[in-house]
């Protein structure tokens, strides 16, 4: 629909974020035992207070190092690709603004994991592709190829705001820390 120029920009800022999806790709080899870890010494408090402080760590990091990226978006693709794809700066600005919302993403994912709520992960999955199915084709007619990373991005936002409302009506319904019931658990 793009053609191939398009295509391969979008593929050439894809690889520049590459490294971050590795580094996620690793975190799933420690942080899932940790949330183990965690949920066992305290139950899902601690389980949530590890990942809250985990994911606002590692979210300003991200963000601090996307916004420098983002700041000289054109000018890193032009380094590297050439100057023919550095008009695709702003795609490479959404795709930073989709990894940044993975981090979270991630957090969730794992505390609905360790919690043995599932269910709630597919769901989430489910709506992000449907969000993302049905702005595809009107935002890459009204936008082109960053028409692509807008669809995406949305899906990605749909994704972590139901996950984030799931994860607050789970801890609504949790006992308080003190009580004598949620001590009964630990």
Same mark, same amino acid.
């Given at each position: ?12 800022? !894809?690889? =520049?974020?590459?490294?971050?999806? #590795? ?11 940790? %949330? $183990?870890?965690?949920? &066992?010494?305290?139950?899902?408090? &601690?389980?949530?207070? +590890?990942?809250?402080? +985990? $994911?606002? !760590? ?27 794809? %550095? ?19 991630? !957090? ?13 992960? =597919?769901?989430?999955?489910?709506? /992000? ?10 935002? #890459? ?5 960053? $028409?692509?990373?807008?669809? %995406? #991005? ?10 984030? =409302?799931?994860?607050? &009506?789970? &801890? ?8 004598? /019931?949620?001590? %009964?658990?630990?």
């Amino acid at each position: 629909m793009l053609g191939a120029e398009a295509a391969g920009s979008i593929r050439a800022t !894809q690889n =520049v974020v590459g490294p971050v999806n #590795v580094a996620y790709q690793a975190m799933e080899n420690i942080v899932p035992i940790k %949330a $183990g870890e965690e949920m &066992r010494k305290g139950g899902i408090q &601690r389980l949530a207070k +590890f990942l809250l402080r +985990f $994911g606002a !760590q590692g979210i300003v990091v991200l963000a601090a190092s996307f916004l420098v990226i983002g700041l000289f978006s054109h000018e890193f693709l032009s380094f590297f690709y050439g100057h023919e794809v %550095a008009v695709y700066g702003s795609v490479l600005d959404l795709q930073l603004v989709y990894f940044l919302l993975v981090w979270p993403l991630r !957090q969730l994912g794992y505390l609905f994991r360790t919690i043995d709520r599932t269910p709630s992960l =597919v769901v989430a999955s489910l709506l /992000a592709a449907a969000t993302s199915l049905i702005l595809i084709y009107p935002c #890459v007619e009204s936008f082109s190829a960053m $028409g692509i990373m807008i669809a %995406a #991005v949305a899906g990605q936002a749909v994704n972590v705001m139901y996950l984030t =409302v799931a994860w607050m &009506r789970i &801890r609504a319904s949790l006992p308080a820390v003190g009580s004598s /019931a949620a001590i %009964a658990k630990i």
